[in-house]
């Protein structure tokens, strides 16, 4: 979305507020999901630019449903994924560094979120999701989910057998 920031620049308005969506999977604009994870609904974004006294802030935020699988133990899992996304408006050739990140930049007075939203999203986006922050995952002998309870492998201690000429000291002492 493009924002027209002429009446804020000039100082009619004092805040602007936006909503609206960002389909996902598009060439257009490029949001296309980690592997193993689909969108599910576009991107819903809700915002607001202020003109404080000419200092201009940009505050949105953007919601994103998803589906996967869990990256311990393999169960499906959902959720929203949301971003809170605040930056500081500066007018282009007001800045002697335009590439600074802490900056959107408004071009002929107009703003263009959606790239700064995209790009933003891409990085924040986690790379492993989990069911549940204390997920037990699955045996490595058996593959038995282990949320459900434990496994009847049997729990004798496996040792590296790079290492276990050492253990072979340690059973002669």
Do not use: W
């Amino acid at each position: 979305m493009v924002l027209d920031l002429t009446s804020l620049i000039n100082g009619r308005n004092s805040k602007i507020d936006f909503e609206y969506t960002i389909d996902t999977g598009t060439e257009q604009n490029d949001i296309l999901p980690p592997e193993d994870v689909s969108f599910t609904a576009p991107v819903m974004v809700k915002g607001v630019v202020t003109n404080n006294a000419g200092y201009m802030a940009l505050a949105l935020t953007a919601k994103i449903d998803y589906q996967s699988h869990c990256a311990r133990c393999l169960e499906d899992i959902s959720g929203t994924f949301i971003l809170e996304f605040n930056r500081t408006v500066a007018v282009s050739g007001t800045l002697q560094n335009q590439d600074n990140d802490e900056y959107v930049i408004v071009k002929n007075g107009f703003l263009d979120i959606d790239r700064e939203i995209v790009e933003y999203l891409m990085l924040e986006f986690p790379t492993k999701l989990l069911c549940k922050e204390e997920c037990a995952g699955l045996c490595s002998k058996c593959g038995k989910n282990l949320n459900f309870g434990a496994c009847d492998c049997p729990k004798k201690k496996e040792i590296d057998p790079r290492l276990a000429i050492l253990q072979k000291l340690l059973e002669n002492d």
